[in-house]
């Protein structure tokens, strides 16, 4: 009796576990800054991928729909062709470094399903004064 209770045990926990492992594996999305992803563009097209960047000044808009280029923030002359569609973060602006989240379709565009925005370290909320 207590043989079927470790063999049943053991099986339930590699059940476990190999859900887990797949549940992990289908959360992961890699990060890539622009140049990486362009150097791998031929492996990377119609993967789900984060990209960093810096927003260029050529921000198009057109109804619901916003087209930018993200340029390469180590240093690199590279840059990326980005369509979105949906709400834009407060924070988004030209020069601000960004996140998009999507898919690169491997013809020159990043299809972003999000964008994420980062903080300047010169953050100071409306009406800090910075001291008393």
């Given at each position: 009796?207590?043989?079927?209770?470790?063999?049943?045990?053991?099986?339930?926990?590699?059940?476990?576990?190999?859900?887990?492992?797949?549940?992990f594996m289908g959360g992961v999305?890699?990060?890539?800054?622009?140049?990486?992803?362009?150097?791998?563009?031929?492996?990377?097209?119609?993967?789900?991928?984060?990209?960093?960047?810096?927003?260029?000044?050529?921000?198009?808009?057109?109804?619901?729909?916003?087209?930018?280029?993200?340029?390469?923030?180590?240093?690199?002359?590279?840059?990326?062709?980005?369509?979105?569609?949906?709400?834009?973060?407060?924070?988004?602006?030209?020069?601000?470094?960004?996140?998009?989240?999507?898919?690169?379709?491997?013809?020159?565009?990043?299809?972003?399903?999000?964008?994420?925005?980062?903080?300047?370290?010169?953050?100071?909320?409306?009406?800090?004064?910075?001291?008393?």
């Amino acid at each position: 009796m207590k043989k079927k209770f470790i063999i049943g045990g053991f099986f339930v926990g590699l059940a476990v576990f190999f859900l887990g492992y797949m549940a992990f594996m289908g959360g992961v999305i890699y990060y890539y800054e622009v140049g990486e992803l362009l150097e791998k563009a031929d492996t990377i097209a119609g993967q789900a991928v984060r990209v960093s960047g810096i927003v260029a000044p050529d921000v198009e808009k057109s109804g619901l729909e916003m087209r930018f280029t993200v340029v390469d923030n180590t240093g690199l002359d590279a840059s990326l062709m980005v369509v979105y569609s949906g709400a834009v973060p407060d924070t988004f602006e030209v020069g601000s470094q960004v996140v998009v989240e999507g898919e690169y379709d491997g013809g020159g565009f990043f299809q972003a399903e999000s964008i994420l925005t980062k903080c300047s370290s010169r953050y100071v909320p409306q009406g800090d004064t910075g001291g008393e």
